[in-house]
C-alpha cells in the first residue's frame, strides 16, 4: 500500500480545479471493499472536471488522521457519508472537519440522513460547517448540488429520487487515498427491492421498483476491474435482491464463468424462494465462498407475521440446492420480531441445527423508524434510543423489547444461539465476560459442547 499523504499530494496536482475531499468516517464499519458510492461520486466530480479524494477509514483503518489529509490535499469542499451505525463518530469526525478548514462547507449523504426524520436531520445539519443534506441516489444531481455550494446557493436539503441504471458510472477506486491492491471489488447489478418485509428500511433507500443495468456493462466493467486491479481475488455483488429475476442473475453468472474471469464471485442477500439448484452450480463455478440465506424466523407464526413473501418450505428447499452444490451455507436470523417469545426463538435455533449450516447471523431485532417493526414496539414494547442502529445487534446490542421477551432475554438467547450454531474459534473472548455478566455461562458452555458442521480447510471466512 503506497503512502496515501503522498497519493492525496499528487491527486491534488497543480491545477485550479476545485478539490473535494469524499470521506467515509472512521469507527462505523470494518469493510473488505472501498465505499461504492463514494467511488461512484469521485468518477463523476472528476468527469465534471473537479479534483476528488475519497478517504475512507473503514476500508482502510490505519490511514493518518483526517486533519493530515486536510493539511496535504487542501480541499475546498467536504462530502460525507453518513451510517446511523455509530453515529456519535461520524459527528465527531465532522467537527474535526470544520475545525481542519472551518472555510470549506460540508455535504452530508448516505443511508442514515436519507432515513432519518425531521428531528435527526435537524441535530445533524446543526453541525458547524454543515451546509446541505443530500437525501437518495445523487448520481444525477451530485454535480449541480457542488456547484451550488461552491456558488454559495446551497439549498439546505437536497432530494433525489432513484436513477436509471442504463447509464451507470463506473467506481473510480483509484481516487481511494492508500488503495493499490484490491482484493474485493464491489458493484452492483441492479436496486432497489419490491418486497414488503416488516423490519426492513430498503424500500425508503432504494425503492421497491426494482431497476436493472445491462449485463453486458456489468460484465465489461469487470473486464475493465480485473485489468486495473490485477490482484482482485472477489467481486462482490452488493444488490439489495439480486436474484429478484432468477433467469437474470443465471444469465449473468453464465457470462461470467464464459468469459473465465479470475476472482471468485460473492453475491449477498440472495432470497431462498429465487435461488434455483442451477443458480447453485453456476455459483459454485464462479467460485461462490459461501451462500446467505435469510431465515429471519423459523416459527410459523413468527415467520408468516413478516410478510417475506416466501415459505420456510421454500428456504428448506434452498439450502438443500446450496449443500448439494457443496457451498457453505450461512443462514441469517433475527430474534425477537413482533409477536416473538423466546419459545419461538428456540424453534429457529433447532432449525438451524437441523440445516447445519457453517455459520449463522443471530441478529437482535432492530427497529428503524419508517418500518411496521417500530410501530409495533412502539405500540406493544420499549424503545430505548432513537437511534436503533447506533450499536450492532450482532455486537450485543438491543434497543427494543416487550414485555413478554425482555432484553435479558433477548440478549441470552442470542449468546446461547451462537455458542450452538457458530465454530468454536469464532466466538470471541469477550463473550465469555458477557455470558458471567447476563446470567448464562453454564448455559452457554453446554451449548458450546454441542455438534456443529467444520468449516472444510481453505475455505476463507468471509461471513
Known amino acids: 500500500m503506497q503512502d496515501a499523504l503522498s497519493q492525496a499530494a499528487s491527486l491534488k496536482g497543480k491545477s485550479n480545479c476545485p478539490r473535494i475531499l469524499l470521506a467515509m468516517p472512521p469507527g462505523v464499519a470494518n469493510c473488505r471493499q472501498p465505499h461504492l458510492g463514494l467511488g461512484i461520486l469521485g468518477a463523476l466530480l472528476r468527469n465534471a472536471g473537479f479534483n476528488p479524494l475519497v478517504v475512507d477509514y473503514s476500508y482502510i483503518g490505519s490511514l493518518p ?14 462530502g460525507v457519508s453518513v451510517f446511523s451505525q455509530n453515529l456519535h463518530n461520524t459527528e465527531r469526525f465532522i467537527d474535526r472537519l470544520y475545525k481542519s478548514n472551518p472555510g470549506a462547507p460540508i455535504i452530508l449523504g448516505g443511508p442514515h440522513v436519507t432515513l432519518a426524520d425531521d428531528k435527526a436531520i435537524a441535530d445533524i445539519s446543526g453541525r458547524p460547517g454543515v451546509v446541505t443534506i443530500v437525501r437518495g441516489e445523487a448520481e444525477e444531481k451530485i454535480v449541480d448540488i457542488v456547484k451550488n455550494v461552491l456558488s454559495k446557493n446551497a439549498r439546505g436539503i437536497d432530494a ?18 492508500g488503495l493499490t491492491d484490491l482484493q474485493t471489488y464491489p458493484m452492483q447489478l441492479s436496486r432497489g427491492c419490491p418486497h414488503r418485509c416488516v423490519f426492513c428500511n430498503i424500500s425508503k433507500l432504494s425503492g421497491r421498483k426494482y431497476r436493472v443495468r445491462p449485463i453486458e456493462d456489468c460484465i465489461n466493467e469487470i473486464e475493465e476491474a480485473v485489468s486495473r486491479f490485477p490482484e482482485t481475488e472477489y467481486i462482490k455483488i452488493t444488490d439489495d435482491a439480486p436474484n429478484c429475476l432468477p433467469d437474470r442473475l443465471e444469465t449473468f453468472l453464465g457470462q461470467y464463468i464464459s468469459r473465465g474471469f479470475r476472482p471468485k464471485m460473492e453475491i449477498m442477500q440472495l432470497r431462498a424462494d429465487k435461488l434455483t439448484l442451477n443458480m447453485c452450480k453456476l455459483l459454485k463455478k464462479a467460485g461462490a465462498p459461501y451462500v446467505v440465506l435469510g431465515v429471519e424466523s ?5 415467520f408468516a407475521s413478516i410478510r417475506k413473501g416466501e415459505t420456510l418450505e421454500e428456504i428448506e428447499r434452498a439450502c438443500g440446492f446450496v449443500k448439494a452444490c457443496d457451498i457453505p451455507l450461512v443462514l441469517c436470523f433475527v430474534l425477537g420480531l413482533p409477536g416473538a417469545t423466546v419459545q419461538n426463538d428456540r424453534v429457529s435455533l433447532k432449525f438451524a441445527q437441523r440445516m447445519a449450516p457453517v455459520h449463522c447471523y443471530w441478529n437482535v431485532a432492530q427497529p428503524m423508524p419508517g418500518t411496521e417493526m417500530y410501530t409495533y414496539f412502539q405500540n406493544n414494547g420499549t424503545i430505548y434510543t432513537e437511534n436503533a442502529m447506533d450499536t450492532s445487534s450482532l455486537e450485543g446490542g438491543c434497543n427494543a423489547d416487550t414485555p413478554e421477551y425482555p432484553k435479558l432475554e433477548r440478549l441470552r438467547m442470542q449468546l446461547i444461539a451462537q455458542a450452538t450454531t457458530n465454530e468454536i474459534p469464532w466466538i470471541p473472548l469477550g463473550m465469555l465476560n458477557r455470558c458471567l455478566s447476563l446470567g448464562v455461562f453454564l448455559r452457554v458452555v453446554r451449548a458450546f459442547l454441542s455438534q456443529r458442521p467444520k468449516v472444510p480447510r481453505g475455505v476463507p471466512r468471509r461471513w
Open 65 to 78: 488522521a483526517i486533519e493530515r489529509f486536510v493539511e496535504v490535499f487542501e480541499p475546498g469542499l467536504f
Open 160 to 177: 433525489c429520487e432513484p436513477v436509471s441504471l442504463g447509464n451507470n458510472c463506473w467506481p473510480a477506486f483509484d481516487l481511494v487515498a
Open 298 to 302: 423459523a416459527d410459523p407464526r413468527v
